[in-house]
């Protein structure tokens, strides 16, 4: 279904391409819609013209993962969220996953996307959102730019949000290194945090410092003292039963990691554990109500916060 326009329900399409590698972009959420490498897709893709499924690609902001209740208190004053997750009742990945961006292509390897989040209930603060995506050597770079265009500080926080694509199979053929040592526990039911422990809770369910299969383990967790090389970046890697596989890393600016395995309702359904959601994250969940504890950016007016992290094939070795 298209609009009058003709555009496609994920609006304006950017495609970027560097060698192999091609990677599409679209203007509703700025979302990743697919990216190949080697002729084969690195991110469970989505068309142009669907409606976009369980934030696949999305760029997330100003807050990552939950606001429990969708409420909060900033400055003495009770804020409320729509609740844009009614089955647990919190408000879900922020104001950016259906916000129009408008593109300008950076050469045929790049482009940079840019929306504003407009004073709206629950979030009265106008923040501009500046995103490039580039491919090279190197990968598929995304960098986000968020910057305080209010008149007073304003919570925010920032993350992508790709289901990764080892190679053939699904989640649970799938084996996966994970640099974390801790997991923040939540209920079951809804979601909520609970706790930090340390990721041998459970070393079935969250240990992957050393790489294993995946299996049946269903995750739906963020996690945090993230192991890091001599240049600050945290590395997490999936590889499929080939030994061929996908990585992403991050910077410094994002403290935790949340992991998903796509774990639907219908285990029928299509997309069904076929991606890992993996999100570095520069916050954590409920960081709205839980401040610097997890590691809440408070943008002083005119202040600009970066984050950025890179998707790359990993060859069979």
């Not at 640099?179 to 039911?189: F, I, K």
């Not at 007016?301 to 970066?306: D, F, Y």
């Amino acid at each position: 279904m298209k609009g009058r326009s003709g555009e496609p329900r994920s609006g304006e399409q950017w495609s970027i391409a560097y060698g192999e590698q091609r990677a599409v972009i679209a203007g509703v959420g700025a979302s990743l819609r697919g990216y190949r490498a080697g002729g084969r897709d690195l991110v469970v893709p989505f068309g142009a013209d669907e409606l976009r499924p369980a934030f696949r690609g999305v760029t997330v902001a100003p807050w990552p993962n939950r606001v429990v209740d969708g409420s909060f208190t900033w400055n003495g004053e009770r804020l409320q969220l729509p609740l844009t997750e009614p089955s647990r009742g919190h408000a879900l990945h922020g104001c950016t996953p259906w916000l129009r961006f408008a593109g300008e292509r950076q050469g045929p390897h790049a482009v940079v996307l840019r929306a504003v989040i407009e004073p709206q209930a629950g979030y009265p603060w106008r923040i501009a959102v500046e995103t490039r995506y580039a491919l090279g050597p190197l990968g598929l770079t995304q960098e986000v730019v968020g910057t305080n265009l209010s008149p007073e500080a304003a919570p925010y926080g920032v993350c992508p949000h790709p289901y990764l694509v080892a190679g053939a199979g699904g989640v649970d053929d799938w084996t996966l290194r994970l640099p974390a040592s801790r997991v923040l526990l939540v209920d079951e039911h809804r979601l909520v945090p609970e706790s930090l422990a340390e990721v041998s809770v459970d070393p079935e369910r969250f240990d992957f410092r050393e790489p294993r299969r995946i299996g049946e383990a269903r995750i739906d967790h963020a996690f945090t003292q993230l192991e890091r090389g001599e240049d600050g970046r945290a590395r997490a890697e999936l590889r499929a039963p080939d030994g061929g596989g996908v990585a992403m890393s991050w910077g410094p600016e994002c403290a935790w990691l949340q992991i998903h395995t796509a774990d639907l309702a219908d285990s029928g359904a299509h997309g069904h554990r076929a991606g890992l959601a993996v999100e570095p994250m520069s916050c954590g969940p409920d960081a709205f109500n839980h401040g610097t504890e997890r590691n809440l950016v408070e943008l002083a007016p005119g202040e600009a916060h970066r984050a950025e992290w890179r998707i790359e094939a990993l060859d069979a070795s």
